[in-house]
């Protein structure tokens, strides 16, 4: 059976995205966490800790975003006291804040500095399993190779490939290609990642995939992808109001409402016809004013699957 990784998206596959999913849709073979920030402080922020303290019953993997090899080696012992078998190390995230510090793809910059990074990280924790989620370079695809090199070094449980470079950010198209010719080259156990986001797609027969957005739009595409039911709206109408009804009670109205905005930035691609609803959602200023809105996409427009 092929292997289907939920992608880490920071503010939508949170600790609650995550056990809602898999109660309404069955769930995917790994969820990971959005990044954590271990710093020198050596101790995980609150809303961190609500990310690897509630995922019972699910198999997780928290995602560590650092430059440093000690804070990375902190978090990974800490994480893997908490039971965690398996930790993700960020060298993918484009933003220009992260990037400027030399984290997430800022990692990419210099393969000399990756691989200090790297041997820092193995040579202290041979016992932990610790993958990758890695761009294919910052400027220029060309930039892949060198980091390949670096990346066969190393004994990484799974490189988890997202085949844009830094300057791509989420825009065109991802450069599958590149992820293909290293596929064939290498022995490393790759992880496909970018882009998927049909049932047919045929990343899916490739061993193992990873899907962020697709699955947003569509939280049965896994299902659908092995053959499964489409999501009924009897379905998302159940995992909508579990995120909505979660959120307000763990973060209040106001950040629950800010979580629904974005869950609806994806979800509403499973209404046509739904995007004047995205704007209304988005100047809504209380879940008072925001439920009816919901209410009226579940109840008015149809589901893009089935038509
Ligand atoms: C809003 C948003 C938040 C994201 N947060 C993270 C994150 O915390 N860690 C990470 O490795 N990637 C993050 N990503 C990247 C996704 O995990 C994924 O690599 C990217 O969206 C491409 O896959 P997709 O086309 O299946 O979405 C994020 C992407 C988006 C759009």
Same mark, same amino acid.
């Given at each position: 059976m092929y292997k289907q990784y939920a992608a880490p998206m920071e503010g939508l596959t949170t600790w609650l995205w995550r056990r809602v999913h898999r109660e309404v849709f069955g769930?995917?073979?790994?969820?990971?966490?959005?990044?954590?920030?271990?710093?020198?402080?050596?101790?995980?922020?609150?809303?961190?800790?609500?990310?690897?303290?509630?995922n019972a019953g699910l198999t997780v993997v928290?995602?560590?975003?650092?430059?440093?090899?000690?804070?990375?080696?902190?978090?990974?012992?800490?994480?893997?006291?908490?039971?965690?078998?398996?930790?993700?190390?960020?060298a993918g995230c484009p933003a220009g804040t992260v990037t400027a510090k030399h984290k997430g793809a800022g990692l990419l910059r210099s393969p000399a500095e990756l691989d200090r990074l790297l041997d820092g990280i193995f040579g202290a924790l041979s016992d932990l399993r610790i993958s990758?989620?890695? #761009?294919? =370079?910052?400027? /220029?695809?060309? +930039?892949?190779?060198?980091?390949v090199e670096v990346y066969r070094r190393y004994p990484i449980y799974e490189l988890i490939v997202h085949p844009r470079v830094q300057k791509d950010f989420y825009g065109g198209v991802a450069r599958r290609e590149v992820f293909t010719r290293t596929a064939e080259k290498t022995a490393l156990p790759l992880v496909y990642n970018g882009d998927v986001t049909a049932p047919d797609d045929p990343a899916f027969l490739g061993g193992a995939v990873m899907v962020g957005r697709?699955?947003?739009?569509?939280?049965?595409?896994?299902?659908?992808? #092995?053959? =499964?039911?489409? /999501?009924?709206? +009897?379905?998302?109408?159940?995992?909508?109001?579990?995120?909505?009804?979660?959120?307000?009670?763990?973060?209040?109205?106001?950040?629950?409402?800010?979580?629904?905005?974005?869950?609806?930035?994806?979800?509403i691609d499973a209404f046509p016809g739904g995007a004047p609803y995205l704007k209304r959602i988005r100047k809504c200023r209380s879940l008072t004013e925001y439920r009816p809105l919901a209410e009226t996409i579940w109840n008015s427009l149809p589901l893009r699957w089935e038509r």
């Open positions: 769930g995917a073979d790994k969820y990971f966490t959005p990044f954590l920030s271990p710093n020198a402080n050596l101790s995980f922020q609150k809303k961190e800790l609500r990310e690897v303290e509630n928290p995602q560590l975003l650092t430059a440093r090899a000690e804070h990375f080696i902190w978090a990974a012992r800490t994480l893997s006291d908490m039971g965690y078998r398996e930790i993700n190390l960020n990758v989620k890695t #761009r294919i =370079g910052c400027h /220029a695809d060309g +930039e892949w190779d060198a980091l697709g699955l947003l739009s569509d939280p049965a595409l896994l299902r659908r992808s #092995r053959g =499964g039911a489409a /999501a009924s709206r +009897e379905e998302l109408h159940r995992y909508h109001d579990a995120l909505a009804q979660g959120y307000a009670a763990a973060l209040g109205d106001e950040a629950a409402l800010h979580r629904m905005w974005e869950l609806w930035a994806y979800l």
